[in-house]
């Protein structure tokens, strides 16, 4: 619930903090934010932004998707990356940046301490009304990464980015002390069958590579897990991992359906990924 982590947010226009006064955000200069009917809050400053996120049915074919559980093994090594990098007597404070439906970060509260909080972010206004209902102790808030977080300075434990932007120099001051990065990157191998057969977008083979070079002087690799499946997929399956991609804004409805409807079921699938934690580069071990 918003009203129960408004202690991490912060005004976009000010950086003050943000309490909750009825259904608004109210810093101490006045600045004050509605919360939406569906539970999320938009801390954008005046200034729009040129990003608009994932569409309506982008979230709801990755709803789709995630509920199906064929990402299982990946929610579940983010989920212990937190878990393993949190000390026994603190309860996490979890933000996650493009945060979509806000799946992973459930997981992640599921699998920590019962006082664990969570702030799901995302640019796009579908995705925050999926986020606002992902967990009782999940705030949903519609910002751009690539602008200053709307979060107060070093009160997090954790930042996730999962198949998400991420923005170093803000991860770097909202992250405490001693907080930690979670990072999931697919690698060149991740939906490579679909890659080929329905021409869907590439993941850039250097995208690891770049992810080290803008961490270079901040974080520092902790961990590396790579967790590679094949997923048993339906029709139904694929037509929702095409759907939830970018891939959706380039093939045409008519190609997308049949090249699916010619595929054998279940058709296997790979899922590849890496998730990373990093640390402050001064204190990592
Ligand atoms: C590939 S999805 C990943 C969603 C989620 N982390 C997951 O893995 O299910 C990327 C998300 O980043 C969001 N996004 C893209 N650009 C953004 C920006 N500039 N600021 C905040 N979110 C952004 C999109 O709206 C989308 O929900
Ligand atoms: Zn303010």
Not at 177 to 204: A, K, N, S
Not at 242 to 248: I, L
Request: glycine share 8%; with cysteine.
């Amino acid at each position: 619930m918003l009203a129960d982590v408004s202690a991490l947010l912060a005004c976009p226009q000010c950086g003050d903090g943000l309490d909750p006064v009825e259904r608004t955000l109210v810093c101490s200069r006045g600045h004050s934010f509605d919360i939406a009917r569906q539970g999320y809050v938009t801390l954008l400053t005046g200034t729009a932004t040129k990003f608009t996120g994932d569409s309506p049915e982008m979230i709801a074919a990755r709803c789709d998707f995630l509920d199906a559980g064929h990402f299982d093994p990946l929610m579940a090594a983010v989920s212990d990356a937190v878990v393993q990098s949190t000390p026994d007597d603190v309860a996490p404070r979890v933000l996650e940046v493009g945060a979509g439906t806000g799946h992973y970060l459930a997981r992640v509260l599921d699998a920590s301490s019962p006082s664990a909080q969570g702030i799901g972010l995302d640019v796009s206004k579908p995705a925050a009304r999926r986020l606002a209902r992902a967990h009782p102790r999940a705030a949903a808030v519609v910002a751009d990464v690539w602008r200053q977080l709307p979060v107060l300075g070093g009160v997090l434990t954790h930042v996730l980015s999962i198949f998400a932007p991420r923005n170093a120099a803000e991860i770097d001051r909202v992250l405490a002390e001693d907080g930690v990065l979670v990072v999931l990157t697919p690698t060149d191998r991740h939906l490579y069958e679909l890659v080929e057969l329905l021409g869907m977008v590439r993941v850039d083979d250097r995208k690891v590579e770049r992810l080290g070079e803008t961490m270079a002087g901040r974080f520092e690799r902790d961990h590396r897990t790579p967790v590679e499946v094949t997923m048993m997929l339906s029709r139904r399956d694929v037509d929702h991992l095409v759907g939830m991609g970018p891939s959706a804004r380039h093939l045409s409805a008519e190609r997308r359906a049949e090249a699916i409807g010619a595929l054998p079921e279940p058709f296997p699938v790979t899922a590849s990924v890496v998730v990373s934690t990093y640390r402050r580069a001064s204190t990592s071990r």
